[in-house]
């Protein structure tokens, strides 16, 4: 099965600056999601991107995916505090149809110093 | 905004006991799964669930535990015979052919 492994573990910046999150899997992948979870909640599904896609926006985040490395990395600009939380890269297991299983990452957990 | 509920948030049960998580997966939504975090750990994949019968199961996903859609709305994880172990958040999520999981709040389930 994929193998998403986020690094670093832990990050802790000021508001207003910029966090990258970097994540890297094993074999090939039709997509790869990023999550977010606040602490002791549910998971909030940020962005999708797809294997045959290189970069992917959605308002402050932006995505990158490089297949030939095996990895995505996970920008978030202008920090907020309300951005303090863990963030999951997570891959399907199989060919990436409906109703593959996700596996997920160990996670950073991002501290925004206000 | 649709979402994806589970019931109940929170449940305490005695070692032995057969328990089961509600979920109510989002209306339109034809591929539900269940999900589960020990504390402190990465969330794991325990089973995937399509056109009435399962997808996909992990290794976790063994003898003690099954899936139901016992009607057009709920979505549920029984576990037969609770173990220490299984104490953990179950998370349940649901998809449409597009792939993107949309998880539910979450069960936190405390095996005594």
Redesign the interface.
Known sequence: SQQGEEDPQALSIQEGENATMNCSYKTSI??L?W?RQNS??????LI?IRSNEREKHSGRLRVTLDTSKKSSSLLITASRAADTASY?C?T???S????????????THLIIQP | EPEVTQTPSHQVTQMGQEVILRCVPISNHLYFYWYRQILGQKVEFLVSFYNNEISEKSEIFDDQFSVERPDGSNFTLKIRSTKLEDSAMYFCASSTAQETQYFGPGTRLLVL
């Not at chain 1, 002791?40 to 599904?45: F, M, N, T």
């Not at chain 1, 990436?96 to 996670?107: E, I, M, P, S, V």
Request: glycine share 28%; net charge positive; hydrophobic share 30%.
């Open positions: 039709n997509n999601q999550y002791g909640r549910g998971l909030v599904h999708l999951f997570a399907p297991d199989r990436g149809g409906g109703a593959d299983g996700l596996t997920f990452g160990k996670g």
